[in-house]
């Protein structure tokens, strides 16, 4: 079956660690997403990618890094200079970024949890 | 600054009645304007999506109203079923769908009582 893994389901972490999220897609896609979701806040883009070695950094990038060296995979590193880290984290992917691309494929989460 | 505004935040509604979860938005350069259901524990799925070309879009029990002049769009769920119990986000792009600048609203937790 096509779709996208995310792993860990769940993590937890001490303050000042960087932690790496997992994000694998088999569907072909060219681009991948990264939100954030908060309780009442909606989907937030954290970076996006609409092709191998090129991303962009989305609306809260800030304390957050990524990589994409291999079209299937856009992993997500929280690093100690996220300061509000606790979220809901969401994968995506798309046929493409552009224009008229349509639908969003999600992966089912990463719940990271800050101690 | 919220570019779509979703309401109400909250809906509970009793099977077999109709569900209404309302957008609004300010930029008049919106031209893609889709539905996302999450279920708990899930990520979101593409529920139905409109453009603004067409008043009204139909897809079995789910439609979505839109209304250019008012800036307002709104998913009405017909014959609402327990299994519709889920959150439910409208959303916004600019570029004729480019995911990439979709903006969400905050959602509505949608509860369908049996």
């Known amino acids: 079956d096509g779709g996208i893994t995310q792993s860990p389901k769940y993590l937890f972490r001490k303050e000042g660690q960087n932690v790496t999220l997992s994000c694998e897609q088999n569907?072909?896609?060219?681009?991948m997403y990264w939100y954030r979701q908060d309780p009442g806040q909606g989907l937030r883009l954290i970076y996006y990618?609409?092709?191998?070695?090129?991303?962009q950094k989305g609306d809260i990038a800030e304390g957050y890094s990524v990589s994409r060296e291999k079209k299937e995979s856009f992993p997500l590193t929280v690093t100690s200079a996220q300061k509000n880290p606790t979220a809901f984290y969401l994968c995506?992917?798309?046929?493409?970024?552009?224009?008229?691309?349509?639908?969003?494929?999600f992966g089912e989460g990463s719940r990271l949890t800050v101690l | 600054q919220q570019q779509v505004k979703q309401s109400p935040q909250s809906l509970i509604v009793q099977k077999g009645g109709i569900s209404i979860i309302n957008c609004a938005y300010e930029?008049?350069?919106?031209?893609?304007f889709p539905w996302y259901q999450q279920f708990p524990g899930k990520g979101p799925a593409l529920l139905i999506a409109?453009?603004?070309?067409?008043s009204e879009k139909k897809e079995g029990r789910f439609t979505i109203s839109f209304n250019k002049s008012a800036k307002q769009f709104s998913l009405h769920i017909m014959d609402s079923q327990p299994g519709d119990s889920a959150t439910y986000f409208c959303?916004?792009?600019?570029?004729?769908?480019?995911?990439?600048?979709?903006?969400f609203g905050k959602g509505t937790l949608l509860t369908v009582n049996p």
């Open positions: 995506a992917s798309s046929r493409s970024g552009g224009r008229g691309t349509g639908e969003l494929f």
């Open positions: 569907l072909n896609h060219d681009a």
């Open positions: 990618s609409q092709i191998v070695n090129d991303f």
């Open positions: 930029n008049t350069a919106f031209d893609y």
């Open positions: 409109i453009r603004p070309d067409v």
């Open positions: 959303a916004a792009s600019i570029g004729g769908g480019s995911n990439y600048k979709l903006t």
